[in-house]
């Protein structure tokens, strides 16, 4: 799960003008003043005033940074899922090694990645259906994870760890969509929900069963096959 980048190695942030560093003080207190205000009301109730305000910047300084406060939600949306995909770094090349252990390491840090932002998450979730762009991001990123989880199905399967069963794609849709929702649940209270304590054994076992039909999936032994 890499994300694709510039030829400079930084990721794209939609949204910003152009030209702009990164690392800017202003833009940081921008995005940091979006992220706090959304713990406390939703994005809807946010202004760009209250943006500015934040940040200690005037109105116009604000758009010298973003075209809209919709820009700056998706910039933190990109960070977000960045930080996800960092966070799995070389899971998927070491899954053979103890698949249990290993899937449960990538969900666990992906479950840390969007609990630490989950107010960012959330706030995505819910202008997703109305914001255009929030939806394509969201399904561009979604399509980037569900090809990843397709390989490795489809690895695992050819060492003869998992079984051939329905398309791996189409599992590994409903699985990123299974995670997708139960995650949204969790964060939000919106019940029914797992609770928090439990949620990555929960969505670990879902996955382990659909993908090897057992919870104790194979490790690969010292010849290299399970």
């Known amino acids: 799960m890499t994300t694709a980048r510039t030829p400079t190695g930084a990721a794209p942030t939609r949204g910003r003008r152009a030209g702009r560093s990164t690392g800017d003080d202003r833009e940081t207190a921008i995005l940091a003043t979006a992220e706090r205000l959304l713990a ?7 202004s760009i005033d209250d943006l500015a305000r934040g940040a200690g910047i005037s109105r116009p300084t604000f758009y010298f940074y ?7 939600l998706l910039t ?4 977000v899922t960045e930080e996800a995909d960092a966070a799995a770094g070389g899971v998927f090349e070491r899954l053979a090694e103890d698949p249990r252990a290993h899937w449960r390491e ?9 609990g630490g932002h989950r107010d960012v998450v959330l706030a995505c979730a819910q202008v997703r259906g109305t914001n255009a762009e929030v939806r394509r991001l969201w399904a561009e990123v979604l399509e980037r994870w569900v090809r990843a989880v397709q390989a490795a199905i489809e690895s695992e399967r050819a060492r ?6 329905l398309p791996a794609r189409d599992l590994a849709i409903a699985l990123n969509s299974m995670n997708e929702r139960v995650w949204y649940a969790t964060f939000a209270g919106d019940g029914p929900a797992v609770a ?12 382990l069963t659909a993908i090897y039909r057992t919870a104790t999936p194979p490790v690969t032994a010292s010849g290299g096959t399970p």
């Open 196 to 207: 928090e304590r439990d949620v990555v054994d929960v969505l670990l076992d879902v996955w």
């Open 106 to 114: 990538l969900i666990a840090r992906f479950h840390a990645t969007f």
């Open 76 to 79: 933190l949306l990109d960070r």
């Open 160 to 165: 003869g760890a998992a079984p051939d069963g």
């Open 40 to 46: 406390e009301r939703p994005f809807a109730d946010i």
């Open 66 to 72: 973003f075209p809209s406060k919709d820009a700056v």
